[in-house]
């Protein structure tokens, strides 16, 4: 069993000096789809169980309607997939965009976000986390990247979720100061084959504060990994 952990194109560490030499370079939710189907031809080439936090649970919906033939499962953990597209954003002079752009890389901004993010704030709401949270800004593609990705007009995909036949996995904390809980009931009328976990005394990173929560939960629901985990324990420890 491997695990992947993917920077998808424009985010992440993949703001290259392209997007820096060529600013006006396209970037959608279809390119990042695209991105993500070529690593998993390349590296994984079996069906796979597709994690997506926040944001990234839109991307998994988006990649899975595309490509059920890649998916085991879909986990979501704090999932933005009922808003819809970027609104006037996407239609914002580019000039006016980049300074948008730019408020994401602020201080202030990034301090505000990381106390929403988490329960246990004194822990985790560090200076530290929003230094981190903010290197990959400093890439020199960085802002034309995101810039692109706006004006593509983001991510629409609540109107697939009940077009869903996987296996799906719902995540979220009971703290979470960013994802309400009146979104996570729609689950149960789009998803109805889905089962929801609600992780006590967590915020919206689950994967950050709680990561065993959500490896629990996974193995609970899927046995099949909980019972490849074990035998890979077994043979840890009889090799010992």
Same mark, same amino acid.
């Given at each position: 069993?491997?695990?992947?952990?993917?920077?998808?194109?424009?985010?992440?560490? @993949?703001?290259?000096?392209?997007?820096?030499a060529? *600013?006006?370079?396209?970037?959608? =939710?279809?390119?990042?789809?695209?991105?993500?189907?070529?690593?998993?031809?390349?590296?994984?080439?079996? =069906?796979?169980?597709?994690?997506? @936090?926040?944001?990234?649970?839109?991307?998994?919906?988006?990649?899975?309607?595309?490509? *059920?033939?890649? !998916?085991?499962?879909?986990?979501?953990?704090? *999932?933005?997939?009922?808003?819809?597209g970027?609104?006037?954003?996407?239609?914002? *002079?580019?000039?006016?965009?980049?300074?948008?752009?730019?408020?994401?890389?602020?201080?202030?901004?990034?301090?505000?976000?990381?106390?929403m993010?988490?329960?246990?704030k +004194?822990?985790?709401?560090?200076?530290?986390?929003?230094?981190?949270?903010?290197?990959? @800004?400093?890439? =020199?593609?960085w802002?034309?990247?995101?810039?692109?990705?706006?004006?593509?007009?983001?991510?629409?995909?609540?109107?697939?979720?009940?077009?869903?036949?996987?296996?799906? !996995? !719902?995540?979220?904390?009971?703290?979470?100061?960013?994802?309400?809980?009146?979104?996570?009931?729609?689950?149960?009328?789009?998803?109805?084959?889905?089962?929801?976990?609600?992780?006590?005394?967590?915020?919206?990173?689950?994967?950050?504060?709680?990561?065993?929560?959500?490896?629990?939960?996974?193995?609970?629901? !899927?046995?099949?990994?909980?019972?490849?985990?074990?035998?890979?324990?077994?043979?840890? +420890?009889?090799?010992?």
């Amino acid at each position: 069993m491997h695990v992947f952990a993917v920077d998808l194109i424009g985010w992440g560490f @993949t703001c290259s000096k392209q997007f820096n030499a060529q *600013p006006d370079l396209s970037l959608s =939710p279809q390119q990042k789809s695209d991105h993500l189907y070529a690593f998993w031809k390349e590296k994984v080439k079996e =069906p796979m169980l597709l994690l997506g @936090t926040s944001l990234g649970s839109a991307i998994a919906v988006h990649f899975a309607r595309q490509h *059920p033939e890649c !998916i085991r499962a879909l986990v979501m953990s704090g *999932p933005q997939v009922y808003v819809d597209g970027l609104g006037m954003m996407q239609n914002l *002079p580019r000039f006016v965009a980049g300074l948008g752009v730019q408020v994401l890389r602020s201080v202030p901004l990034r301090s505000w976000a990381n106390q929403m993010a988490y329960y246990d704030k +004194q822990t985790l709401a560090t200076e530290d986390a929003m230094r981190i949270g903010r290197l990959h @800004t400093f890439l =020199p593609g960085w802002k034309n990247a995101n810039i692109a990705f706006m004006r593509s007009g983001g991510y629409s995909v609540s109107k697939d979720i009940p077009q869903l036949g996987e296996q799906t !996995i !719902i995540f979220w904390g009971a703290d979470d100061e960013i994802l309400d809980k009146e979104s996570v009931k729609r689950f149960a009328v789009d998803l109805p084959r889905s089962r929801l976990i609600i992780v006590e005394q967590c915020g919206h990173c689950i994967h950050l504060e709680k990561p065993q929560e959500i490896v629990r939960g996974i193995l609970d629901c !899927i046995p099949e990994l909980r019972n490849a985990s074990q035998s890979k324990q077994k043979l840890a +420890q009889s090799m010992q």
